[in-house]
């Protein structure tokens, strides 16, 4: 595959795997609508504290990058991290017992939102820091190079991350060095309040790498199937030691940039239009139906069963008790 720096179409053919992937797919981003919406109510109800970034509009991008990877392949990401949890595998009842600051958290309740971590799933944290991950990424993929082995790493972050300068350090070491990254731009159109066309003067993040020889991809970030499918092309190309490769993911995200943004910097009717227009999960509703891989009746169970999972997840993260005072003096120094 030669080099490449082009926009997807939005209508271009897209392989389309089996009834049971497609349905997992669905799944998998209904899965984390659910758990997001929960998330919210229980914040308003002031049982998460701190700050909470929820994901609502954006499932398709994890779930699509998810499928591109297989075990063993690692991923980053930002303090807008919930969907990469559940995506990865991670059990809502950990996700969310976190979220409450309970003992039965991935973190023991000490990380909250934003710092959870499973070594066991290879996921290596959401990160608080703007842009933070992206050095912690691509020094998680040169380990897996020095280390000889053919895993790759997916760096997400967001567009308001892609003008950071250590993201610009982190291009030029990984393509001087052809590190197995996939640097993933999740171009929700607002960093914080801040609109892409006002905060960025080359608005095509995709062509952010240039100047340093990576290839790079728009995407349709609303589209599971063409995040899948253009995953796939990026994992091959970095798993196979040509280096970095950048997808930027144009997505949505229907609520304020945390809980505590009211988001008035743009209109309902915006809102609304890419609700009507473009949701990833009605899209694959539809997909489905359409093509007789499933049908209402079934979507509506599955939607039940989601429900039940994440209304016991909220049960357990309320009812899981608090951490012992002497986890404060844990975890803090590892012995090597």
């Not at 958290?105 to 944290?125: N, T, V």
């Not at 171009?187 to 290839?215: D, H, K």
Request: aromatic share 8%; charged share 25%; proline share 4%.
């Amino acid at each position: 595959m030669a080099r490449t720096r082009r926009k997807r179409k939005l209508d271009e053919p897209k392989p389309v795997p089996a009834t049971e992937e497609l349905l997992k797919y669905y799944n998998d981003m209904l899965m984390i609508r659910r758990f997001e919406e929960k998330a919210g109510q229980l914040y308003g109800m002031g049982l998460i504290g701190g700050f909470c970034h929820l994901y609502i509009g954006q499932e398709a991008v994890v779930v699509g990058m998810q499928a591109a990877i297989g075990e063993g392949d690692a991923v980053i990401t930002s303090y807008r991290d919930h969907g990469h949890m559940l995506a990865c595998g991670m059990a809502p009842k950990g996700v969310m017992a976190e979220l409450t600051g309970r003992s039965g958290g991935y973190s023991k309740g000490k990380g909250g939102s934003m710092h959870m971590f499973s070594r066991e799933q290879s996921f290596f944290g959401g990160h608080g820091i703007v842009g933070a991950q992206v050095p912690l990424g691509t020094g998680i993929a040169f380990g897996l190079k020095y280390r000889e082995t053919d895993r790759v790493c997916l760096t997400y972050f967001g567009d308001g991350s892609a003008n950071q300068g250590q993201v610009y350090e982190s291009f030029n070491m990984a393509e001087l060095w052809k590190l197995p990254v996939i640097y993933i731009i999740e171009n929700n159109q607002y960093a914080m309040g801040t609109s892409v066309q006002r905060s960025s003067a080359q608005t095509e993040l995709f062509r952010r790498g240039e100047s340093f020889g990576i290839p790079g991809e728009q995407v349709d970030g609303m589209d599971v199937l063409a995040v899948k499918a253009a995953g796939e092309e990026a994992v091959a190309w970095a798993r196979s030691g040509r280096g970095p490769y950048i997808l930027e993911m144009k997505t949505y995200r229907y609520r304020g940039h945390s809980m505590s943004d009211p988001a008035k910097y743009r209109t309902k009717e915006e809102v609304q239009r890419v609700r009507s227009e473009r949701d990833p999960i009605d899209r694959m509703r539809e997909f489905l139906v359409t093509g007789a891989h499933s049908d209402e009746v079934a979507l509506k169970a599955v939607d039940r069963d989601i429900k039940k999972a994440v209304t016991e997840a909220a049960e357990f993260a309320q009812n899981s008790p608090e951490p012992a005072t002497s986890e404060l003096y844990t975890d803090i120094l590892l012995e090597a």
